[in-house]
C-alpha cells in the first residue's frame, strides 16, 4: 500500500512546478552521482570508526557481563544441586540412624524382657523347688509324727493291755507275748 | 503544495548539501549533511554503549537489558544462520545491525537526515559484505566455493540452465539488498511527506491525513527495526554460504 | 511533451507489478495465520522466516518501483 501511495506522491512531484523549473536540481537526489564519492567516503569511515569502538570498547565488556552471568547462574544452580544432593544424603543419614536406634531399642527391650522372664523362671522355679521341698519335709515329718504317735498307742495299748491282764486276770503277761498280741490286734484293727 | 514561499518537493528531504568542502587527490570527500548524520550515529550508538556497559551488573539496569538484548539478539540471528563458525565475524554483524539500526531510527526523527535512504550508503555496505563474503568463501574453500551455483543432487542435463540462474541470482544479491533497504527508507519517508503536505493543504480537514501521518509513523518505526533485521539476517544467511558451499 | 507523457505512463505501468506483491504478501500472510492457527505453538519459530520470505518479496515489488522512480526521473 506504501508503494501505491509512494507512486501517487511520485508522480505529484513529478509534475510540481518545483522540479520542473528547478532545473539543476532534477531528478532523484539518490541517483546523483557527483554525491556518491563523499557519501561513501565518510560511509567508509563512520563504518570504520563505529566498528572499532564498538569491539573495542563494548563487545568485550558485554560478553563479559553475559558470559558472566551465565557462569554465575550455572555455578549457582550446581551449588544448588550439590546443597540438594547433602540435604538428601544427610536426611538418609538420619533415616539410618533413625532405624538403627529403633533396632538397638527393640534389641534392648527384647533383651530385658528375655531377662526379667529369666528371672521370673528361675524365681519361679526356686520357689517350687521350696515350696516341694518344704511340702516333703512337712510330709515326712507327718509320717514321723505319725508313726511316733502309731509307736505310743503301741506302747500305751501294751502298757493298757498288760496292766488289764495283770488286773483283771492277774496273771503276768511278759512283754513279747502282750507285744505280739497287741501288734495282731493292731494289725486287724489297720 | 506549501503555503506560500518556495515549493517543498517530497524529495527535498533527501538532498545532499556540502557543509564543508574537501577534496583529497580530485575526489570530492566533502562533509556533507549525510555524513554529518553518520557521525552523529556513531556518536550516539557509541555513547548509548558505553552508558549501557559501565555498570556491568549481574541484575542489567534498564539500559544494560536492552544493550544485552542487541548482543543476544544479533547473535542469535548469527549463530542460527550462519552456524558457529559465523560468530567470528560477530563484531562485523553486529557494527551491521547497530548502524542500519540507527540510521533507520535517526531518520524517522523530524527534520533529521536518513543515510540509509541513500543509494550510494547502501550500495556500498552490500557491495562490501557481498565482496567480503565472496572472497572469504574462495579463501575458505577455494574452487569448491562454486559448488554455491550448482546444489547437489541435480540431474546433469538440468545443470546448465540452474547455474546460469543460480550465477544470476548470486549476482542481484547485492542489488537486492542494497535496493531493498534504499528503497524501503525512501518510500516510507516520501510518503510521509506527501501525507503531511496533504495535512496543510487541506486546512481544517487537514486532521484525516494528520491521523493517517501518525498511523503511518508508528508503521514506518516498525519497518525502520524490520529493515534492519532483514538487513542483517541477510548477511546472516550469505555469510552461511562462505561458510558451507554445497547447500 | 511526448516523452514526458510516455514517461508518467510507463511509471504507471511499472508500478503494477506492485500488484502481483500484494498478492505474495497476501498469499504468505494467509497461509502463515492459517498454520498458525492450526499449529499456534509452531508459530513463533517460523516468524523470522515469515518477515524473511515478506521481505523478500516486498523486496521484487520495489524492484519495479525502482524501474518506475528510474523512468521519471532518471
Same mark, same amino acid.
Request: charged share 15%; net charge neutral; glycine share 8%.
Given at each position: 500500500?506504501?508503494?501505491?501511495?509512494l507512486?501517487?506522491a511520485?508522480?505529484?512531484?513529478a509534475?510540481?512546478?518545483?522540479?520542473?523549473?528547478?532545473a539543476?536540481?532534477?531528478?532523484?537526489?539518490?541517483?546523483?552521482?557527483?554525491d556518491?564519492p563523499?557519501?561513501?567516503?565518510?560511509?567508509?569511515?563512520?563504518?570504520?570508526?563505529?566498528?572499532?569502538l564498538?569491539s573495542t570498547?563494548?563487545l568485550?565488556k558485554l560478553?563479559g557481563?553475559?558470559?558472566?552471568?551465565k557462569?554465575?547462574l550455572?555455578g549457582?544452580?550446581a551449588?544448588?544441586v550439590?546443597?540438594?544432593?547433602e540435604?538428601?544424603?544427610?536426611?538418609?543419614a538420619?533415616?539410618k540412624?533413625?532405624?538403627?536406634?529403633?533396632?538397638?531399642?527393640?534389641?534392648i527391650?527384647?533383651e530385658?524382657?528375655?531377662?526379667?522372664?529369666?528371672?521370673?523362671?528361675?524365681?519361679?522355679a526356686?520357689?517350687?523347688?521350696?515350696?516341694?521341698e518344704?511340702?516333703?519335709?512337712?510330709e515326712v515329718?507327718?509320717?514321723a509324727?505319725?508313726?511316733a504317735?502309731l509307736?505310743?498307742?503301741?506302747?500305751?495299748a501294751?502298757?493298757?493291755?498288760?496292766?488289764?491282764?495283770?488286773?483283771?486276770?492277774?496273771?503276768?503277761?511278759d512283754?513279747a507275748?502282750?507285744?505280739?498280741?497287741?501288734?495282731?490286734?493292731?494289725g486287724?484293727?489297720? | 503544495m506549501?503555503a506560500?514561499g518556495?515549493?517543498h518537493?517530497?524529495l527535498?528531504q533527501?538532498?545532499?548539501t556540502?557543509?564543508?568542502d574537501l577534496?583529497?587527490?580530485?575526489?570530492?570527500?566533502?562533509?556533507?549533511?549525510?555524513?554529518?548524520w553518520m557521525?552523529?550515529?556513531?556518536a550516539?550508538s557509541?555513547?548509548f554503549?558505553v552508558?549501557?556497559?559501565s555498570?556491568?551488573?549481574?541484575?542489567?539496569?534498564?539500559l544494560q537489558s536492552?544493550a544485552e538484548?542487541?548482543?543476544e539478539?544479533?547473535?542469535?540471528?548469527?549463530?542460527?544462520?550462519?552456524?558457529?563458525?559465523?560468530m567470528?565475524? *560477530?563484531p562485523f554483524?553486529f557494527?551491521?545491525?547497530?548502524?542500519?539500526?540507527?540510521?533507520?531510527?535517526?531518520g524517522?526523527?523530524?527534520?533529521? *537526515?536518513?543515510?540509509?535512504s541513500?543509494?550510494?550508503v547502501?550500495?556500498?555496505?552490500?557491495?562490501?559484505?557481498?565482496?567480503? @563474503?565472496?572472497?572469504?568463501g574462495?579463501?575458505?574453500?577455494?574452487?569448491?566455493f562454486?559448488?554455491? *551455483?550448482?546444489?547437489?543432487?541435480?540431474?546433469?542435463?538440468?545443470?546448465?540452465l540452474l547455474?546460469?540462474?543460480?550465477? @544470476?541470482?548470486?549476482?542481484?544479491?547485492?542489488?537486492s539488498?542494497?535496493?531493498?533497504?534504499f528503497?524501503?527508507m525512501?518510500?516510507g519517508?516520501?510518503?510521509?511527506k506527501?501525507?503531511?503536505?496533504?495535512?496543510?493543504? $487541506?486546512?481544517v480537514?487537514?486532521?484525516?491525513p494528520?491521523?493517517?501521518v501518525?498511523? $503511518?509513523?508508528a508503521?514506518?518505526v516498525?519497518i525502520a *527495526?524490520?529493515?534492519?533485521?532483514?538487513?542483517?539476517i541477510?548477511?546472516?544467511?550469505? $555469510?552461511?554460504?562462505?561458510?558451507?558451499?554445497?547447500h | 511533451?511526448?516523452? !514526458?507523457?510516455a514517461?508518467?505512463i510507463?511509471?504507471?505501468l511499472a508500478?503494477l507489478?506492485?500488484?502481483g506483491?500484494?498478492?505474495?504478501?497476501?498469499?504468505?500472510?494467509s497461509?502463515?495465520?492459517?498454520?498458525?492457527l492450526?499449529?499456534p505453538s509452531a508459530?513463533?519459530?517460523?516468524?523470522?522466516?515469515?518477515?524473511l520470505?515478506?521481505?523478500l518479496t !516486498?523486496?521484487?515489488g520495489?524492484f519495479?518501483?525502482?524501474i518506475g522512480?528510474?523512468v521519471?526521473?532518471?
Amino acid at each position: 500500500m506504501r508503494q501505491i501511495f509512494l507512486g501517487l506522491a511520485l508522480a505529484t512531484a513529478a509534475v510540481s512546478p518545483a522540479l520542473a523549473e528547478g532545473a539543476e536540481k532534477k531528478g532523484l537526489p539518490q541517483l546523483r552521482f557527483e554525491d556518491f564519492p563523499p557519501q561513501i567516503f565518510w560511509l567508509v569511515i563512520s563504518f570504520v570508526v563505529l566498528l572499532v569502538l564498538l569491539s573495542t570498547l563494548v563487545l568485550p565488556k558485554l560478553q563479559g557481563t553475559i558470559e558472566g552471568r551465565k557462569a554465575k547462574l550455572e555455578g549457582d544452580l550446581a551449588t544448588a544441586v550439590s546443597l540438594k544432593d547433602e540435604a538428601a544424603a544427610a536426611i538418609a543419614a538420619y533415616e539410618k540412624a533413625l532405624a538403627a536406634a529403633r533396632q538397638r531399642a527393640n534389641a534392648i527391650a527384647a533383651e530385658a524382657k528375655a531377662q526379667i522372664e529369666a528371672a521370673a523362671a528361675a524365681r519361679k522355679a526356686e520357689l517350687e523347688a521350696k515350696l516341694a521341698e518344704e511340702a516333703k519335709a512337712a510330709e515326712v515329718r507327718i509320717n514321723a509324727t505319725k508313726a511316733a504317735a502309731l509307736a505310743e498307742v503301741r506302747s500305751i495299748a501294751l502298757e493298757a493291755a498288760r496292766a488289764i491282764a495283770t488286773k483283771v486276770a492277774g496273771i503276768e503277761v511278759d512283754d513279747a507275748s502282750a507285744a505280739s498280741a497287741v501288734d495282731a490286734a493292731l494289725g486287724r484293727n489297720g | 503544495m506549501a503555503a506560500g514561499g518556495e515549493a517543498h518537493s517530497p524529495l527535498e528531504q533527501f538532498e545532499i548539501t556540502r557543509l564543508v568542502d574537501l577534496n583529497l587527490g580530485g575526489v570530492d570527500i566533502s562533509f556533507t549533511n549525510s555524513a554529518l548524520w553518520m557521525v552523529i550515529i556513531v556518536a550516539l550508538s557509541t555513547l548509548f554503549f558505553v552508558i549501557a556497559t559501565s555498570r556491568a551488573a549481574i541484575v542489567p539496569g534498564r539500559l544494560q537489558s536492552i544493550a544485552e538484548l542487541s548482543y543476544e539478539f544479533v547473535a542469535g540471528l548469527l549463530r542460527d544462520n550462519a552456524g558457529k563458525e559465523g560468530m567470528k565475524y *560477530f563484531p562485523f554483524v553486529f557494527t551491521i545491525f547497530i548502524f542500519v539500526l540507527m540510521a533507520n531510527m535517526l531518520g524517522m526523527v523530524p527534520y533529521s *537526515f536518513t543515510v540509509t535512504s541513500h543509494l550510494a550508503v547502501t550500495a556500498t555496505m552490500s557491495l562490501i559484505i557481498i565482496l567480503g @563474503i565472496t572472497v572469504l568463501g574462495l579463501v575458505k574453500h577455494g574452487f569448491g566455493f562454486f559448488h554455491v *551455483f550448482l546444489p547437489s543432487g541435480v540431474p546433469m542435463w538440468l545443470a546448465p540452465l540452474l547455474i546460469v540462474i543460480e550465477v @544470476i541470482s548470486y549476482l542481484t544479491r547485492p542489488v537486492s539488498l542494497a535496493v531493498r533497504l534504499f528503497a524501503n527508507m525512501m518510500a516510507g519517508h516520501t510518503t510521509l511527506k506527501v501525507f503531511a503536505g496533504f495535512v496543510v493543504a $487541506l486546512g481544517v480537514a487537514g486532521v484525516v491525513p494528520l491521523l493517517f501521518v501518525v498511523a $503511518l509513523t508508528a508503521l514506518e518505526v516498525l519497518i525502520a *527495526f524490520l529493515q534492519a533485521y532483514i538487513f542483517t539476517i541477510l548477511t546472516c544467511i550469505y $555469510l552461511h554460504d562462505a561458510f558451507h558451499p554445497h547447500h | 511533451m511526448e516523452v !514526458e507523457a510516455a514517461k508518467m505512463i510507463g511509471a504507471g505501468l511499472a508500478t503494477l507489478g506492485l500488484g502481483g506483491v500484494g498478492i505474495g504478501l497476501g498469499n504468505l500472510f494467509s497461509n502463515f495465520v492459517a498454520g498458525a492457527l492450526r499449529n499456534p505453538s509452531a508459530a513463533p519459530k517460523v516468524f523470522p522466516n515469515l518477515l524473511l520470505g515478506a521481505a523478500l518479496t !516486498e523486496a521484487l515489488g520495489i524492484f519495479s518501483l525502482l524501474i518506475g522512480l528510474l523512468v521519471l526521473f532518471g
